[in-house]
Every structure is written in structure tokens, then in C-alpha cells.
């Protein structure tokens, strides 16, 4: 096989991907960071087979290769694996253009470059859980195909990690589908010390295959043991006086036994036994006593003192039961508006953040409000007084610092009954807090970057959306995923999404002005409007279902077509009929300034309130687009409107870290 040939800095690949470097060569090929220059100069990565100076053999070998890859990546959506984007041809190159992952292989995160050390890095035993519970959500994942696929090449260098610690599998070359009736693999494949037995030609490969894999990787990560120096060999880990990491080690020791009847009989099997050592590995819950706080009246604005901390359930958590009599309740400072910051109508503002407000939530049983931040806190409070209930400080426990101890809350969505709220942080972690209990009792773990979730109106299923193309429907009760929709490639990303008033649909909005309405009985597509196509949006970034299920209101940035000048285009909303056939809008509302943030009708589905960049709410008739109120109490973005169940109060939550209630009238 010839050495590779590095494309130059700058070239153009099919007069489209400029090459910047390259940054990574193995096998028969060399994979480049691109700029796609059709596409704002997004960067890209190339992945370039040189066929030139191959042997007949070796070009049969690199083109099975390169096409199985092409065929897998295809036909695959998952936030843990690259998208394929283009691919191609020249007289002596195949090419494949991909997602291009910021960040390093796995291997080369646990390789020491400072130390010279025998073997690789030992990570935390957290942290260690952590991967292997993403590499069993994205193997569960090709698992669960028709007919299963077997990655059959997993270890440290074939998986990437981004800098907050999400993980993707990369190089497909040798995966394969599972073949019914066939006795064994045609060609033995695999890296030696991670591949299973079965790999060279025993029999059949099958999803133990890559059981076996994992175990081996994780037993690499906790012990530092490089498997392939010697291959089917791995030691007991040190667990004197380690009950969990001894559990651990019998868990990994079983998925590395060469009999693959011994091993753990699904990926769905290892990753809820390692959510079940992970619970384990969390501190035990601490009970705290009431803490008594003043009430105080105020001309100026204040900031309100930090309550003390407690750990519950492995969530820093400062709680106050829901159940004090009048006597016995604990009275929060109740800071009013300062006049510069009052819009007319408001009732109270909440200053409990110390960071932007990112979401609000307003209860179904209109007596509190929820309300998250970009540090990661969530207060409970009571719209009527200003009472914190509950603060929740949802911080990462000690050893998985690496998927970000301080990331935001996206969103939150409390239950039809309003006993539960389901909080969504940015490392993609799904918490649902029972207000009962005043503990998390479900963690859904997605290993994505969480966009939204919401509950479904009927209380059954919870959403949740990522940064890519991908979302998730779960039983609310069992954490079981019942469905996973994936927006067509070119929706770029999910913007907003929103569930019909009979939990029946799903309507999933991208920024490049697409809408897909999905069915959650069966997860497919049963609407599209591509509003570029028919209207002049071009960017969506907000998006509310009627109670009546008969229209939707979308919020985004409208004009010319084709054109960037932003003075040549106009933020504000246009409502639609939802699931017609016709997609033309029955009503614009442009009094906006800049760009929509958030929008959401009212309960009676008279008016739309609607917020922007340019810190105003804006009350207005959803029939005749008049604007019944413009609140400007906010000095910051205002990021999250929620309504009162009885729709006469509003609450805003904006980066001037306060939420404000005020009436809607």
C-alpha cells in the first residue's frame, strides 16, 4: 500500500469543500477539516480514499470498505454519530463528506502526554460510567435495527469526544449487518484485544460482539490496562473495601467472557445495570430542616441572600415542603419592581437567580411557578406572594465535572396534574422532580445537548429535543423511549416543538423555516410545510399549538427572499391552520423590532403573547393581530412568557435574571 497523498491547504474538492488540514490518517485514507463553502463555510470533514498505487486486492478491500460505510451512515440518525452529508467520486479518490466533531478521540484523551506512563490514564469511576452508559445508548441504538447492526470495532480511537464529554462513534468500515442463518462473518475483522472471539470466525457475529468491546474499553478506562498487549485477558480491578467498584467488576468481567452465552444478553441489560451502580455511587440523601427567612418591604431594589444547601438523591437541593400550614411557612424576601424596571402591570418580581432566566414555567394548578436559570438553579415559588417553595441546585456529582457542573436549565414542563416537573439541563440530563416527595425519582439519560422537553398535554409521555435532528418520546411513568424522530437532513436543526392539545401529534419546527408533524402513535411523518417554499420566513425560533388544535403560530424573521440585509427583513409571527393540506397563513403580526424568542397563546386561545430580543412581551388578538398590551418591565432578553391556567396573569423570565408577573390586560 502507497503512502498517503495530503491534499494541500485551500484546495476545492467538487468545486465545494476548501481543505484546511488534515487531521487524521489510517487504513487507506486520510480525513481533512473542511469549509463547505456552499454553506456559510461550515466546517465539514472529508474523508478521502486514495486508490492510486493500491494493489487489485487492496482496491477491492478500501471500496467495500468505503461503500459499507456510506451505505451504514446513511441510512442512520442518532446524536451520537456523525452525519453524512455528500459523497463522490474522482479517477483515483472516493470521498465522503461527514459532520466534523470538535474534539479528540477517546484514546487519545486517556493516553498521558506529560507523564510517561506505562498503559493509559485511569479516569474516575464516575466519569468511566458516564461513557459507558453514552456507548450503550448509541450501540442500543444500532442494536435495535431491522436486521440488528454490529459495530464489531469499538474501542478508544473509533470514538470521539467533544470538549463537554459527548461521545460519538466514528468509523463504520467494518460494521456489518447481522444475517439470519449465516454460520460465521465472511472475513474475520476486528482490533486485537478489543474484538471478540467470534470475530475471528468461529461463528456469527452478534450484538455481544460488542458487548465484549465495551466491557473491554471500560476495564481499559477504570484499570489503565491496555487489552490489546494481551488480548483475552483482563485482571480483577483493585475493589478492596469498594463494594460498588467490585460490583462494577463483575459486571465488566462478564462482558468480556469469550463463551458470548455468558455475557449479559443485551446493551439494554449492561446500560440499566450501569445506571443501577451509577445510583449507587451518588451520596445518600440528607433531609433538611426548615429555614427561616423575613419578609421585608422595599422601595429599592434588593438581592435576596443565598439559602443554605443540602444533598437529596445525589441533587444539591434547598427545599421547603409544599404542606406548611400559614403559621408555619417560611416567608421569602418579596422584592417589588423598582420603578425603572416596572412595566404597567406588574405584580411582582422574582429575583431569586443570580443568572439569566432561561425558562418559566406556570403550574396547571395556577398556585406556583417554575422557573430555571443558565446556572443551572430552579426555584418553585408563589406567583401570589413571592414565596420560594423549593431551589434546586441540579450540579453534576463530584468526578463527572467534565460534562459541565454548572450547565443551563433549557427548559421545563410540569405535568397535566402538576404533581411532577421535568427538568431538562444542557449535558442532557432529564430530571423529574416529584413536588410530594420533594425528590428526583426519574433521571432519563440522553447524552445529548437537551434543546426542549415537554410534557405531553394528556400526562403519559415526555419529548425531549437536541441540537441536531433527533427526538425522543418517553413513557413518563418507566423512562421506556416509545419513540425516535429524526427531521429530514435538511431542517439543519430543531428550532422549537410543540405538542397537539390531544397528545396525538408532534410538530417539530427547524430554523431553515421547515415544520414536520409528526405522529406519536407510530413516529412518522404525516405533515411537512417548507414555508420558504410558499411564504418569505426564513428563520423560525418560536412556535405554539392553539388549544383548539386548529392553528399554529410560528415567530421568526420574514422579508426578502435570498437576502441577508436584515434591513430588508422584519421579525414577527404568522399564524397557520395546522394539519391542512394548504399551508398559507391566515394572519401576520410584525411589530417587532428584532428577533421572536418565545411565543404562547392563551388558555382560552383569544390572545398570543409573544417576546423578543428587544426586551418587550406583546400581548396581541390572535383573530385581528392588534396588539392588546406591550410590557417593558425588563431590562434584559426576554428568554420565556408562561400563562396563568386562568389566563389573567403573565410571567416573563428574561437575562436581566428576574422573573416578573403581571396581568395581561
Known amino acids: ?98 459532520d466534523f466533531i470538535e474534539g479528540e478521540t477517546l484514546e487519545d484523551y486517556i493516553t498521558p502526554t506529560d507523564v510517561p506512563l506505562n498503559g493509559t490514564r485511569c479516569l474516575p469511576l464516575l466519569e468511566v460510567l458516564e461513557i459507558g452508559m453514552q456507548l450503550c445508548t448509541v450501540l442500543g441504538y444500532l442494536h435495535s435495527q431491522v436486521p440488528p447492526i454490529i459495530f464489531r470495532d469499538l474501542k478508544p480511537a473509533n470514538v470521539m469526544r467533544m470538549p463537554d464529554g459527548h461521545l460519538y462513534l466514528i468509523d463504520f468500515g467494518i460494521a456489518r449487518r447481522f444475517k439470519y442463518g449465516q454460520a460465521k462473518d465472511t472475513i474475520p475483522l476486528g482490533s486485537p484485544g478489543y474484538a471478540a472471539p467470534e470475530q475471528y470466525g468461529r461463528t456469527q457475529t452478534t450484538p455481544c460482539a460488542d458487548i465484549y468491546s465495551l466491557g473491554a474499553v471500560l476495564h481499559q478506562l477504570l484499570s489503565g490496562d491496555d487489552p490489546s498487549e494481551s488480548p ?94 400559614n403559621q408555619d411557612m417560611p416567608q421569602q424576601d418579596v422584592v417589588s419592581a423598582p420603578p425603572e424596571m416596572q412595566g404597567t402591570h406588574t405584580l411582582y418580581t422574582y429575583q431569586n437567580h443570580t443568572g439569566s432566566v432561561t425558562t418559566v414555567a406556570w403550574s396547571p394548578a395556577s398556585d406556583v411557578v417554575a422557573s430555571g436559570d443558565a446556572l443551572g438553579n430552579v426555584s418553585i415559588w408563589k406567583p401570589s406572594t413571592g414565596e420560594t417553595l423549593v431551589s434546586l441546585s441540579l450540579q453534576q456529582p463530584t ?62 409521555y415526555i419529548a425531549t429535543s437536541n441540537n441536531g435532528l433527533n427526538m ?56 411537512k410545510y417548507a414555508y420558504i417554499k410558499y411564504q418569505t420566513i426564513k428563520d423560525v425560533t418560536a412556535a405554539a399549538w392553539s388549544p383548539n388544535g386548529k392553528f399554529i403560530v410560528v415567530g421568526g424573521l420574514y422579508g426578502v427572499m435570498n437576502n441577508d440585509d436584515l434591513n430588508n427583513n422584519v421579525a414577527g409571527l404568522m399564524i397557520f391552520p395546522a394539519m391542512k393540506d394548504t399551508y398559507d397563513s391566515t394572519l401576520s403580526y410584525d411589530n417587532y ?36 398590551l406591550t410590557y417593558t418591565g425588563h431590562t434584559g432578553i426576554v428568554n420565556a412568557v408562561s400563562w396563568s391556567p386562568d389566563g389573567q396573569l403573565i410571567a416573563s423570565g428574561s437575562d436581566d435574571g428576574t422573573v416578573q408577573v403581571w396581568r395581561a390586560e
Request: overall charge neutral.
Open 1 to 98: 500500500m502507497s503512502s498517503h497523498t495530503i491534499h494541500p491547504r485551500g484546495m476545492i474538492v467538487q468545486e465545494r469543500y476548501r481543505i484546511i488540514e488534515a487531521v487524521g490518517t489510517g487504513g487507506y485514507g486520510v480525513v481533512y477539516q473542511a469549509e463547505d463553502t456552499r454553506c456559510n463555510d461550515s466546517l465539514v470533514a472529508v474523508k478521502s480514499i486514495n486508490l492510486a498505487g493500491l494493489s487489485t486486492q487492496e482496491v477491492i478491500e478500501a471500496t467495500e470498505t468505503f461503500n459499507r460505510e456510506v451505505l451504514m451512515l446513511s441510512k442512520l440518525r442518532h446524536f451520537s454519530l456523525p452525519g453524512i452529508h455528500d459523497h463522490f467520486t474522482d479517477p483515483e479518490h472516493w470521498y465522503m463528506v461527514m
Open 232 to 325: 483475552f485477558h483482563f485482571t480483577h480491578l483493585l475493589t478492596i473495601d469498594d463494594p460498588i467498584l467490585a460490583t462494577l467488576d463483575e459486571l465488566l468481567l462478564q462482558m468480556v467472557e469469550k463463551d458470548e452465552r455468558n455475557r449479559p444478553a443485551s446493551i439494554t441489560i449492561v446500560k440499566r445495570r450501569l445506571q443501577q451502580i451509577r445510583l449507587q455511587a451518588m451520596p445518600p440523601p440528607i433531609v433538611a430542616p426548615p429555614i427561616k427567612t423575613r419578609e421585608v418591604n422595599v422601595s429599592r431594589r434588593v438581592f435576596v441572600g443565598t439559602l443554605a444547601t443540602v444533598l437529596v438523591a445525589g441533587t444539591l437541593v434547598r427545599a421547603i415542603p409544599l404542606a406548611f400550614t
Open 593 to 628: 423590532s428584532w428577533w421572536v424568542s418565545t411565543v404562547e397563546w392563551s388558555p382560552d386561545g383569544k390572545f398570543i403573547a409573544s417576546a423578543s430580543r428587544d426586551t418587550t412581551v406583546q400581548v396581541w388578538d390572535a383573530a385581528t393581530g392588534q396588539t392588546k
Open 399 to 460: 468526578g463527572a465535572q467534565h460534562m459541565g457542573a454548572y450547565s443551563s436549565i433549557q427548559s421545563l414542563s410540569w405535568s397535566s396534574n402538576g404533581q411532577q416537573l421535568a427538568i431538562a439541563k444542557s449535558n442532557g440530563i432529564l430530571y423529574i422532580w416529584d413536588i410530594r416527595k420533594r425528590a428526583v425519582i426519574l433521571t432519563y439519560e440522553n447524552y445529548m445537548n437537551i434543546g426542549i422537553t415537554a410534557w405531553s398535554p394528556n400526562g403519559k
Open 472 to 527: 425522543q418520546i418517553w413513557d413518563a411513568g418507566t423512562t421506556r423511549q416509545v419513540a425516535d424522530l429524526h427531521l429530514p437532513v435538511r431542517a439543519d436543526s430543531i428550532a422549537t416543538f410543540i405538542w397537539s392539545p390531544d397528545s396525538r401529534y408532534i410538530a417539530v419546527s427547524s430554523p431553515s423555516a421547515m415544520l414536520v408533524f409528526y405522529d406519536t402513535a407510530t413516529g412518522k411523518q404525516v405533515y
